[in-house]
């Protein structure tokens, strides 16, 4: 007489697709999200997480609306952890 075979599933979550994503695939989704959460803090930066807002102060160079944007972020990280204030 022969037992039946089980199937142990895997413990943890399932994949949302056929199958798991690979590594280079979880980054690239990562970078995207980043990159979503970035543009979305633009205009919003009182209310932008941290991560959004250093990106933000890194594209000081890149052209004038985004100088505009970095001097809000660093507005924004003056009111959020108190310190002096902008000057021109």
């Given at each position: 007489?022969?037992?039946?075979?089980?199937?142990?599933?895997?413990?943890?979550?399932?994949?949302?697709?056929?199958?798991?994503?690979?590594?280079?695939?979880?980054?690239?989704?990562?970078?995207?999200?980043?990159?979503?959460?970035?543009?979305?803090?633009?205009?919003?930066?009182?209310?932008?997480?941290?991560?959004?807002?250093?990106d933000?102060?890194?594209?000081?160079?890149?052209s004038?609306?985004?100088?505009?944007?970095?001097?809000?972020?660093?507005?924004?990280?003056?009111?959020r952890?108190?310190?002096?204030?902008?000057?021109?």
């Amino acid at each position: 007489m022969t037992d039946p075979m089980v199937m142990v599933t895997k413990r943890g979550r399932p994949p949302q697709g056929e199958r798991a994503m690979t590594d280079r695939e979880r980054k690239r989704a990562q970078r995207m999200r980043d990159r979503r959460t970035v543009i979305e803090a633009i205009g919003n930066e009182t209310d932008a997480p941290l991560k959004a807002l250093l990106d933000l102060l890194g594209r000081v160079e890149a052209s004038e609306p985004a100088r505009l944007c970095a001097r809000r972020a660093w507005l924004a990280f003056g009111q959020r952890y108190g310190f002096g204030t902008v000057t021109e």
